[in-house]
């Protein structure tokens, strides 16, 4: 008989007796059994229930059971079964010495029952666990969507008869459109955290389809800066290094919502190339950056989920790349991307404090 999550023990073996045979944890029987603490003789049990005034055999016990022991399997001060001895054919009953072996042997049992369990519940909180994960990052993706096209939102009634603007929307739609495909995609996958592919990424290229994508020159109330220079190239995952920018880029204009200054700069450091987002917000404090920045659920937004930081920084360093960050409360916010040149196959010079 098995301890469940459910007020009863049922039998477990042989299964053909499963539903005939359930005893009630709260039962006299099963009170009695733990307190004993070692295995019995079913004759002698037998005899000491109903001296104390209790049927045997009680209510849900095996009805086919032709017992010769009843051994509680009792770890950490719980009953986690109840194990039943037969005889087979004329054996002799067992004896003291046979039955105090039993009660040895039952307690190994009993412990090795409990870890079993045990281990099954940690690998279904696990199971839980990495389902919500994957949720919470599920949900950020498509709260960076609905950003998107809040931005769009915003300035369509003041630019909707520009061109410019027109395509820009196209464009945002695109890649909305996109990134809810995208969603899809890992929902169906089976391989959540596939690994990255390093190709020869064009920087320049990426931002100029992120400035259209987010229509950041149309954005009310924030001026759009690119400092590109001459830099170019980088050993990156293209579609992962454009999330993990998009990210940056939405995090800095949500860190102004009363406006401000967003500067994108591509800079070289040593072996790597230096993607900078900086913003003109609400800037955050060192005690802040050091210890809640990239850890899961933590954000300083009313609305966000803190996930995308946490996500970009697995991501960047599966890349062999790094974040830096500097930021000053009331002044506003700078992440560095570091990412390896192209030829550049260690992360050497790319090491950052994030």
């Known amino acids: 008989l098995e301890h469940t999550h459910l007020p009863i023990f049922t039998l477990v073996y042989p299964a053909s007796e499963h539903s005939a045979a359930q005893i009630d944890k709260d039962s006299f029987f099963a009170d009695w059994i733990f307190r004993h603490g070692e295995a019995i003789d079913m004759t002698d049990l037998s005899d000491r229930l109903r001296a104390a005034g209790e049927k045997f055999p009680p209510k849900g ?17 719980n009953v986690v079964g109840i194990l039943f001895f037969e005889r087979k054919g004329d054996a002799a009953i067992l004896g003291h010495k046979e039955i105090q072996f039993i009660s040895a042997v039952g307690s190994q049992f009993a412990l090795a029952a409990l870890s079993a369990r045990l281990s099954e519940e940690l690998l279904a909180a696990r199971q839980i666990e990495s389902f919500h994960k994957f949720s919470a990052f599920i949900m950020h993706d498509l709260k960076n969507s609905i950003s998107m096209l809040s931005m769009l939102m915003q300035n369509f009634k003041k630019n909707v008869g520009s061109p410019e603007f027109q395509e ?13 495909q995208s969603i899809i995609a890992k929902l169906k996958s089976t391989d959540q955290l596939s690994e990255p592919s390093l190709i020869d990424c064009n920087l320049i290229e990426l931002i100029a389809n992120l400035r259209d994508k987010l229509g950041l020159e149309q954005l009310d109330g924030i001026r759009y800066i690119e400092n590109l220079g001459e830099v170019s190239h980088a ?21 102004m919502p009363h406006g401000g200054k967003l500067t994108v700069t591509l800079t070289e450091k040593e072996m790597c190339v230096v993607i900078q987002v900086t913003d003109t917000g609400i800037g955050m404090d060192q005690e802040f950056i050091n210890r809640r920045l990239f850890r899961p659920f933590e954000t300083t937004k009313k609305k966000g989920l803190g996930i995308g930081l946490y996500q970009s920084r697995d991501l960047l360093e ?11 409360l009331g002044e506003g916010t700078t992440f560095q991307v570091l990412l390896p040149k192209s030829g550049n196959h260690s992360r050497k010079g790319c090491s950052g404090n994030g």
């Open 168 to 180: 820009s929307a196209f464009v945002t739609l695109q890649g909305a459109v996109g990134r809810m």
């Open 318 to 328: 599966r890349m062999g790349g790094a974040f830096k960050v500097s930021s000053r």
């Open 235 to 255: 050993m990156a995952d293209r579609e992962q290094l454009s999330s993990i920018t998009e990210n940056l880029i939405v995090n800095a204009v949500e860190a």
């Open 61 to 77: 016990f095996p009805v086919t059971l032709q017992g010769s022991v009843c051994m509680p399997l009792i770890a950490k001060r």
